[in-house]
């Protein structure tokens, strides 16, 4: 395996490498196409082509077409890892160009999209989810586009060792035994197994396999690292892991409200690292795309698009009178207007309510007359 020092090379000053990495970083690019010279000789790189901001509900549709490519190409190299084939990264690196490129035209479309998925695809779609949730916080932490493509690889490949776990432990709708639990655990060693047996793997994506599942108070697994011991990337899809597993309907549980997710994931002391947790909140929102939400006036809403510049003021769309217990037409509001006086109050399980399909309202589709 290559090792890349791509991120030796644009990580904070006093980033600490994985503890497992051992000697000097090889001088050969990997295959993922990640440079290996010096900062201060590397000739400068052609200026990148500034994507087009578009609506939300016009990325939407080509979100759409991207996820079922990506739901596609993801199946497939899951099969290859299960059946021991080599991984082919050609086909993978131009699909995270376009997630990327998705997320460059608008931050909400894609990473909110790919939130919708039903249980049976939760394997391949989860690392669809997360590799979005890391260009995204790779753009927030303000990293290379060179580093943001190997961060979205690393999410797409960070889960490949499931595909050494039996199938009916991984769906099983009931709680896992203990040895069904500590067999699932090994799945980032397993998924190092087959990264490293991949042709110049880049390191950094091996990286994110083995440790995504690392706490920064070291009660993760599989090696209890502290702290800076993990790498920034490491950390990055702890959260992005995290975020989507637990806003996704599993076979044993409901996904909670993306954001109850932020704020549960808020008190969960030790588990994150604190700077990366608070520009995952700048990329996703205090209320994500998705959230059910009431406001000052007594309306219950959906949000349906973030505000760029403030957290706290995105467009919803109301739907619901919960005084009469009734769903109305439903109506945007502009919560950034300052004219606007309503504003939001509390986060609204969905369960509360008995909603369903909530997702059709940012979708632009019709909701059910009957509550």
Known sequence: ????????????????????????????????????????????????????????????????????????????????????????????????????????????????????????????????????????????????????????????????????????????????STDELQLVRTHPLEGEKTLQATSQMCEMVVDVCLHHHEKVDGTGYPHQLVGDQISLVARMAAVCDVYDAITSDRSYNQGWDPAVAIQQMSTWEGHFDDEVFRAFLKSVGIYPVGSIVQLKSGSIGVVIEQHPESLLTPKIKVFFLPVLNIYVTPKIIDLSDPEQPDRIVARVPPQRYGFKNTERLWLDEEMPKEH
């Open 1 to 176: 395996m290559l090792k890349c020092n791509e991120l030796d090379l644009q990580a904070p000053d006093g980033e600490a490498k994985p503890f497992w990495r051992g000697g000097e970083p090889s001088q050969a690019p990997c295959a993922l196409g990640c440079g290996a010279k010096p900062v201060a000789t590397a000739p400068a790189a052609a200026p990148a082509v500034p994507a087009i901001p578009t609506s939300m509900q016009n990325e939407l549709v080509a979100a759409q077409e991207i996820c079922s490519r990506a739901k596609t190409a993801v199946v497939e190299m899951f099969g290859h890892a299960r059946m021991g084939r080599a991984l082919e990264l050609e086909h993978i690196s131009a699909l995270v160009e376009d997630i990327s490129s998705s997320i460059a035209r608008h931050p909400n479309a894609f990473i909110s999209l790919a939130r919708l998925k039903s249980i049976d695809d939760y394997t391949y779609m989860h690392s669809v989810a997360v590799c979005a949730l890391m260009i995204a916080l790779g753009n927030q932490l303000g990293l290379s586009t060179a580093l943001i493509r190997r961060v979205g690889m690393a999410g797409l490949l960070h889960d490949i060792g499931k595909m050494a776990i039996p199938g009916a432990i991984l769906n099983k709708p009931g709680r896992l």
